[in-house]
């Protein structure tokens, strides 16, 4: 096998307008297109695929970088996320780089995470 990245992710949700509306307009994530019970999202070389299910289920947390963590988290929180971790550093590389995440709930109050890697 080549090396590769993951082109798409599944996650399922209880209502598909509710999602759609917190991840165009909350997260500000580009939406692609939708058909019926399914909305495809655009996380630059992966692909989220939102499949209703009409039950709130257990989610694995899904982490989204961004290059700044602090622009990122507070403007997640002046569009009305519900925040549940500061940025905070969580790893020193040996070369100095430094990795920082954030936490909060999607529409659904399962876990999403920011993650940062700072380089000096």
């Given at each position: 096998?080549?090396?590769?990245?993951?082109?798409?992710?599944?996650?399922?949700?209880?209502?598909?307008?509710?999602?759609?509306a917190f991840w165009r307009d909350t997260l500000h994530v580009p939406e692609l297109y939708t058909f019926p019970g399914l909305a495809f999202f655009d996380l630059r070389q992966t692909r989220l695929m939102l499949?209703?299910?009409?039950?709130?289920?257990?989610?694995?947390?899904?982490?989204?970088?961004?290059?700044?963590?602090?622009?990122?988290?507070?403007?997640?929180?002046?569009?009305?996320?519900?925040?549940?971790?500061?940025?905070?550093?969580?790893h020193k590389h040996p070369d100095g780089a430094e990795e920082w995440m954030a936490f909060f709930k999607d529409d659904e109050g399962r876990d999403l995470a920011l993650h940062s890697i700072l380089r000096p």
């Amino acid at each position: 096998m080549t090396q590769t990245h993951l082109s798409q992710i599944s996650r399922r949700v209880e209502s598909l307008s509710r999602a759609r509306a917190f991840w165009r307009d909350t997260l500000h994530v580009p939406e692609l297109y939708t058909f019926p019970g399914l909305a495809f999202f655009d996380l630059r070389q992966t692909r989220l695929m939102l499949r209703e299910t009409g039950l709130r289920e257990e989610a694995d947390i899904l982490y989204l970088t961004t290059p700044d963590i602090a622009v990122a988290h507070a403007a997640l929180a002046a569009r009305g996320a519900q925040i549940t971790g500061a940025p905070h550093m969580i790893h020193k590389h040996p070369d100095g780089a430094e990795e920082w995440m954030a936490f909060f709930k999607d529409d659904e109050g399962r876990d999403l995470a920011l993650h940062s890697i700072l380089r000096p």
